[in-house]
């Protein structure tokens, strides 16, 4: 509770400094609008649903694009953990991969699909699909060799040992892939749908930007912090700590 | 002979020499129900040579033979006990102790994991996760798991090395009692001279570089063996001097290597 409450003081103490800079005047109010027009501006998308309907249409997006960034990026985590000849071949290059941020892939996707949703999907592929292929690779070389050991002098080998003791093994790096993955894909998702076509809210961003509207821009910059923040703890961070605290990584 | 391990070796690869052994000539019989224990400095390869039993080391050279069989791959019918217990963490205790038993039906693993699991007093915890536990009743646990296998030769690896000294009283013990209760044949690796003699009935002392046998030393003290036992004392001594030499060479070696460079 007491940390909830720093939280709230530290939130109107910044409310209160925007208000203040806003009072002395020096700006114009189309450059920096007040606190409360941008409510306002949040509450009136709300209302006539255009904000609803950017929030829906991305998280279409994503349930679409994340999963099968997951599947993907699990299968090539998989194939580079097992077959050392793929490893030395492709791993360096998936580190490269990584390192690009997604943003960089948009212009990309325009010219191969042209300015519509499949540019946006393959954006968003691209943004989980690395970080979650080396997630697992982690995860799979992480398995305690004492345990793998252990598995085989119980007679365990094989398919068996893969499903039965690598993979459960794994998972508490897998879920952390996971965790990143949805990180990852949020970041390019945004970044997307701000260059591509909508509806989407990323869209909805730059539509304000193109008229002007800063109490709108500066709201949905709020609401893109808000659902990341939120789908990270609410789903992503939750799992992760309870599949941690199961596997004892985790005191108390 | 019940196991038998007749000219042994074992060599890595090694970039500088070719090949790098670890030690040669090993010949070892141990008989059924015998406790042994397996003693040395450490890189003499004790454990690699418990491994090669368990089959998790491939065989350079010679063989071991199990009731007549030879040994290559591992298998259910030679258990063995790590120096970290190896538990799996997302299966509650029993679970634990029943995942070699698959092969089995509901009932019969059911059974033999209660049974174990009370021969190491931890009914009560079936229910409990690994990281609930102390190391000493994750140990305990190992132990249940590797026994409800039934396996011919318990293969232990230090496994008390990782704890403190009242949990290793205690575990030592435990470990008579359920040898007493199973007539298993148990070979243990330790670098613990007291813990060798307190437990075994022969005593097999290891020599480093070249590793290989230096000592099969019979320890005929009936038990339970207390640590201010006269002949305990005067055995502790015994395996003590054979062993110095075998460190000092060690250090000697190390020294030097330092000097030159």
Same mark, same amino acid.
């Given at each position: ?37 941008? !409510? ?7 209302? *006539? ?75 968003? +592929? ?8 080396? %997630?697992? =690779? ?23 040992? !893969? ?9 508490? @790096? ?35 930007? #193109? ?19 939120? +789908? ?21 | ?10 060599? !890595?690869? @090694? ?6 052994? +670890?030690?040669?000539?090993? *010949? ?12 040395? /400095? ?25 009731? %007549?069989? $030879? ?5 259910? #019918? ?17 679970? %634990?102790?029943?995942? /070699? ?55 232990? *690896? ?9 949990? =290793?009283?205690?575990?030592? $013990? ?16 330790? @670098? ?11 005593? +097999? ?6 590793? =290989? ?6 320890? $005929? ?5 207390? =640590? #201010? ?11 003590? $001097? ?5 460190? %000092? ?13």
């Amino acid at each position: 509770m007491k940390i909830a409450l720093k939280r709230i003081a530290f939130l109107i103490v910044v409310v209160g400094i925007w208000q203040g800079i806003v009072a002395l005047g020096i700006y114009p109010e189309i450059v920096i609008p007040p606190p409360s027009k941008v !409510f306002f501006g949040m509450v009136d998308g709300f209302s *006539d649903g255009t904000l609803i309907k950017a929030i829906l249409n991305s998280f279409k997006h994503l349930f679409v694009g994340l999963p099968l960034a997951i599947m993907i990026g699990t299968a090539i985590g998989v194939l580079l953990a097992k077959s050392t000849q793929a490893d030395e071949t492709m791993g360096m290059y998936l580190i490269s991969l990584q390192s690009i941020p997604s943003i960089v892939w948009v212009p990309f996707a325009i010219l191969l699909f042209g300015l519509n949703e499949s540019a946006v999907y393959f954006v968003v +592929v691209l943004g989980g699909t690395f970080v979650m292929a080396l %997630n697992v =690779r982690t995860a799979i070389h992480s398995v305690p060799g004492q345990m793998i050991q252990a598995a085989r002098t119980m007679g365990v080998k094989g398919m068996k040992l !893969f499903f039965k003791v690598e993979i459960p093994a794994s998972l508490p @790096h897998f879920v952390t892939g996971l965790r990143l993955a949805w990180a990852f894909g949020w970041r390019a998702l945004m970044a997307g749908e701000l260059l591509s076509n909508g509806p989407g809210l990323g869209y909805s961003l730059r539509f304000a930007m #193109d008229f002007a509207q800063m109490e709108m821009v500066i709201a949905i910059i709020i609401i893109i912090g808000f659902i990341g923040a939120t +789908v990270d703890q609410l789903v992503f961070s939750k799992l992760e700590r309870t599949v941690m605290k199961r596997w004892g990584l985790l005191k108390n | 002979m019940y196991l038998h391990i007749d000219q042994l070796a074992k060599s !890595f690869p @090694h970039e500088e020499s070719g090949t790098w052994e +670890v030690f040669s000539d090993v *010949d070892l019989s141990i008989q059924e129900n015998e406790f042994v224990s397996i003693l040395g /400095p450490s890189g003499c390869g004790k454990s690699t040579l418990l491994s090669m039993v368990a089959g998790l080391e491939s065989i350079s050279k010679g063989t071991i033979q199990l009731e %007549n069989e $030879d040994v290559k791959t591992p298998g259910p #019918d030679r258990g063995m006990v790590f120096q970290q217990p190896a538990l799996f963490p997302w299966l509650s205790v029993i679970e %634990n102790v029943k995942f /070699p038993l698959k092969h089995l039906s509901k009932q019969e693993q059911e059974e033999r994991a209660t049974k174990y699991l009370q021969m190491v007093h931890l009914s009560r915890f079936k229910g409990a996760y690994p990281h609930e536990l102390s190391g000493g009743m994750q140990q305990r646990v190992a132990i249940a798991r590797a026994l409800a296998m039934d396996p011919k030769v318990l293969l232990m *690896d230090e496994p008390f090395g990782a704890l403190d000294e009242q949990t =290793r009283h205690i575990l030592h $013990d435990e470990l008579m009692k359920i040898w007493k209760e199973t007539k298993k044949t148990i070979l243990f690796v330790t @670098h613990s001279i007291s813990e060798a003699i307190k437990l075994s009935d022969r005593v +097999v002392v290891m020599g480093t570089r070249p590793g =290989r046998i230096i000592a099969d030393i019979p320890i $005929d003290i009936p038990r339970p063996r207390q =640590r #201010d036992d006269e002949k305990v004392i005067a055995k502790e001594r015994e395996v003590m $001097d054979l062993l110095e030499g075998e460190i %000092n060479k060690v250090l000697k070696e190390e020294l030097q290597y330092e000097n030159r460079a």
